[in-house]
């Protein structure tokens, strides 16, 4: 049985570097700068559209982390999102009109730069609007995180999403580009997160944080999942399934300790409930280009009609990643 | 020095080492492209008291490292009669203490063998579970690139009862790689008549760099100490440990000579090691002893884990959770139906945290009313029936170090009642049937009562049967309603007692019991119904004559 299960998974992988290959036609290189990328080069990938504020910050964060270059696929910004990055000497831009949800959520065409350009390289898949944060990120840069999993023979590591929010009303404090919007949302829940496996894909399935407390109480099976595996040493035989949820080969999801040990783990947090937040609900909501036809905007929308107030008395303040640690979602594996 | 890579990381170090007076001869790895290896030879070339050996292929685990280590040796033996001791290190060690303080505690030692060599039955050092069978089976195949083929040979020569003959009957020792000899025994080891043997017998040897020298030397030398003069540790996979910038002031401390592995790129540890030295010389032993703990501590979480805590990266299948919970919590039935007032008497009894039903149908019964309580912990009950165990999980990992208490009854259905009876952490308290308390004073009608009560009961049953299966592993104590009622003080003495030490003193003050005239006779109407309550045990029918006085109470006092 499992051996017919592994050849489906194994078909299913190859479906989707296929679906990859097809897709790639979709995105049109606008300035390609991938010549200048070194063979133990650090790469981040992602794809965005109008997110021109978040931009500035989003790169120099990841820049002073250690990331060496970025390729990023613009789908139809019309706020000059586009045209900042052509600026950036480190970024290599392609574009794309085409349907972001048909493209899986940007995945057909980041599967296909990856596997273009990733191979062989540690790579990092985050949106704009997600912060890494690993253990002893504050004295340790990406490169020695990633040289530690090379030693270790370890090929992804894990770091859960933790949406992060403000205290009051969400546009209560506008952002303001190259600001660390941790100024703003630094407000996160901490311990109400519900995990179950999921055995064909072998990732673990996080649901919880602010957006299951506040937006999906009576639904919680379509809270958003918060498993996340953004960091990986890339080979072009892999592919993301779903989002960076999960992968093929299904191996590199085991990021969790089965026997009651921990692995080194860390956290994106998750900036999006800044001020930005209700025009671009209100914008998805009328592309329907996002998740489940955006049933998560859907219920934001719905909700954010009445104000409402993330923050709760039992929030908790973000400091550091050591915070993160000792609050448990988050760990320093055998790392010391 | 033995090199593979970070090769300007070794120059820097054989710099500071020649610098010092130390002749340093260095085995740069044969997998080394000979144009990098040019170079590097080339960018040491003006450093007067600094060779190159001839070069070996090394792989980890391989007779290769040894092969280096001896054609190093026998260069440095031949070309610098003045050493008196040699001191095996790597292109990733660094000296943490000015190279002249190495060299006074040599000289005060001229006859000491620093050498970590033990036995092969006295060390817990067995990476892919060989010890002894180091020495006695054959490795053909790569560990680290042939994982397979290696273990099913080695499994197959098991079976077989194959084993090789250790020459001479030397004894096997084991210990770190990283010496310092005298040169008496070093040379000792080279010259040895029979050393074409013991190299043929090593050579086939499973990490032969941690057994060859560590056992010869225990041939010749006359005074070893059994340690390592370099830090070094490894984590639970035998793979060293790495130093980073941040370890630095640790490093500092620890007053160890030499440590590795260094990060290449942590240019702080090696700005701050490589200067020249400032200060008096200390003449302190080494003493690593923090930064022993701190690096257990890792092996721990990573073996271990933090009890009780699930998350991304720790998940345990059932019963390697080591504990499911992160601490002690009660949990009560039917106390909140038999008395009035039992939740503010416990809390105030005990100092604890005393919630209502947690896992009621309408929501989560937080204590004091809360909405939301620790970790941002929801009162909604669709989110705490998606993952129930999780729920109480979380509960219990949120308030680490507050005790939890919470009502439990036959209605709340959604209770993980097996996570619940297999946790030891759980202290379980019963008082069956007691569920038939608020439908006695409720005003509903009969036939309304009659119905729900059978529910009730066969819901009671079915907990209770889980909590009384083989499995269960929590603290458990069961009662019948009748039983308790009889003498209720003590058996709350001793759950309060046995909650922990905030509640010593005796109990002063008892929670207040329902008024339970006419429930007997309550009772008998159910039956009389059809309807066989018996989980709350015997009851008398109180006489229903009118003209008889009421008895009074049968009263429960503290004593």
């Not at chain 1, 570097?17 to 010549?35: G, N, P, Y």
């Not at chain 1, 057909?108 to 949106?127: A, E, P, T």
């Not at chain 2, 680490?400 to 202290?427: H, S, V």
């Not at chain 2, 207040?512 to 039956?527: E, H, I, P, R, V």
Request: with cysteine; aromatic share 12%; charged share 25%.
């Amino acid at each position: 049985m499992s051996i017919i299960q592994s050849y489906r998974l194994r078909l299913k992988r190859k479906q989707l570097l296929a679906r990859a290959f097809r897709k790639r036609r979709e995105i049109k290189s606008v300035v390609d700068r991938t010549d200048g990328i070194q063979g133990d080069d650090i790469l981040a990938f992602s794809t965005l559209r109008n997110e021109r504020v978040r931009l500035p910050f989003f790169l120099q964060y990841y820049r002073d982390m250690g990331v060496n270059h970025f390729l990023i696929v613009d789908n139809d910004s019309d706020d000059g999102s586009r045209e900042y990055l052509l600026e950036q000497p480190d970024v290599s831009v392609w574009s794309s009109k085409h349907s972001y949800r048909r493209s899986r959520y940007g995945v057909d065409w980041l599967n296909w730069l990856q596997r273009k350009h990733g191979d062989g390289h540690w790579c990092l898949v985050v949106d704009p609007d997600e912060l890494l944060v690993y253990p002893f990120c504050d004295t340790r840069p990406l490169r020695a995180l990633t040289d530690w999993l090379d030693a270790s023979s370890i090929r992804s590591f894990s770091a859960m999403l933790l949406d992060m929010y403000p205290k009051g009303r969400i546009n209560e404090r506008p952002y303001r580009a190259g600001q660390n919007p941790l100024e703003i949302a630094s407000w996160f829940d901490s311990g109400n997160y519900s995990i179950s496996r999921n055995w064909k894909y072998w990732n673990l399935w996080i649901q919880g944080g602010a957006r299951a407390r506040m937006f999906f109480q009576d639904n919680p099976e379509e809270a958003p999942a918060l498993n996340k595996i953004p960091l990986v040493k890339w080979s072009k035989k892999y592919a993301y399934v779903d989002s960076t949820h999960m992968l093929l080969p299904r191996g590199l999801n085991l990021v969790f300790d089965e026997w009651g040990g921990e692995k080194a783990s860390g956290v994106l947090l998750h900036t999006k409930f800044l001020d930005t937040f209700s025009a671009k609900a209100a914008e998805e909501l009328q592309r329907r280009e996002h998740y489940s036809k955006s049933v998560e905007y859907l219920a934001y929308a719905q909700s954010l009609d009445d104000d409402p107030e993330l923050w709760c008395k039992w929030s908790e303040k973000y400091i550091n990643w050591r915070q993160l640690e000792i609050l448990g979602l988050m760990s320093k594996g055998n790392w010391a | 020095m033995l090199v593979h890579t970070a090769l300007d990381r070794a120059e820097q170090v054989a710099r500071h080492w020649s610098a010092a007076g130390c002749p340093v001869v260095i085995h740069v790895d044969a997998h080394v492209p000979r144009k990098t290896y040019k170079a590097f030879a080339k960018a040491l070339g003006n450093a007067p008291t600094v060779r190159f050996c001839q070069r070996h292929k090394c792989e980890w685990g391989t007779w290769g490292l040894v092969a280096g280590t001896l054609s190093a040796s026998e260069m440095m033996l031949a070309e610098f009669d003045e050493v008196r001791h040699v001191y095996l290190s790597s292109g990733s060690c660094l000296p943490l203490r000015p190279v002249q303080e190495l060299i006074d505690y040599l000289a005060a030692r001229p006859q000491t063998d620093f050498i970590e060599s033990a036995t092969t039955s006295d060390v817990p050092w067995t990476v892919g579970g060989l010890s002894d069978e180091r020495f006695t089976l054959r490795f053909p195949f790569s560990w680290k690139r042939h994982r397979y083929l290696f273990d099913k040979y080695v499994d197959l020569q098991r079976k077989v009862g194959f084993k090789r003959k250790i020459p001479n009957g030397i004894q096997p020792h084991m210990g770190s790689q990283w010496w310092c000899l005298t040169r008496q025994t070093l040379s000792a080891i080279l010259e040895d008549p029979e050393r074409d043997r013991y190299d043929a017998f090593f050579q086939k040897v499973w990490i032969p760099d941690e057994s060859y020298f560590q056992t010869l030397a225990r041939l010749y030398s006359g005074n070893i100490e059994s340690r390592s003069l370099t830090l070094s540790k490894f984590d639970f996979q035998g793979k060293p440990h790495i130093f980073y910038d941040d370890h630095l002031q640790l490093l500092r401390r620890s007053d160890c000579f030499v440590a590795r592995k260094i990060w290449p790129r942590a240019n702080r540890l090696y700005d701050g090691f490589l200067r020249d030295p400032e200060g008096a010389i200390k003449m302190t032993e080494p003493n690593p002893a923090k930064i022993d703990r701190i690096f257990a501590k890792a092996v721990e979480r990573r073996t271990r884990g933090r009890q009780g805590l699930y998350m991304q990266s720790r998940f345990p299948h059932e019963g390697f959770e080591h504990s499911i919970t992160s601490g002690r919590y009660s949990v009560f039935q039917g106390f909140s139906d038999l008395f009035e007032d039992f939740e503010p008497w416990l809390a105030k009894a005990t100092g604890t945290q005393v919630h209502g039903h947690l896992y009621s149908p309408e929501r989560a019964e937080f204590a004091r009313e809360q909405k939301v309580v620790n970790g941002a912990l929801t009162d909604s009950p669709a989110l705490r029936d998606y993952n129930p165990t999780a729920f109480l999980t979380n509960l219990i990992w949120n308030t680490r170090g507050e005790r939890q208490c919470f009502q439990l009854g036959p209605a709340d259905e959604t209770a993980p009642i097996w996570f619940i009876a297999k946790d030891p952490n759980a202290q379980i308290s019963v008082i069956s049937g007691a569920w038939a308390v608020p439908l006695f004073k409720s005003n509903r009608n009969f036939a309304d009562l009659r119905q729900e009560a059978a529910r009730l009961q066969k819901l009671e049953a079915e907990q209770l049967k889980v909590l009384r299966s083989v499995w269960a592993k929590a603290r458990l104590r069961i009662w019948t309603m009748a039983e308790f009622i009889e003498a209720p003080m003590e058996p709350l003495q001793s759950i309060i007692d046995e909650m922990g030490p905030h509640s010593l003193r005796r109990l002063t003050e008892a929670p207040k019991m329902a008024d339970l005239s006419g429930f007997g006779q309550f009772l008998q109407n159910l039956k009389n119904q059809g309807m066989h309550p018996y989980l709350m045990g015997d009851f008398p029918v109180s006489p229903p004559g009118l003209n008889q006085p009421k008895s009074p109470r049968k009263p429960y006092l503290v004593q």
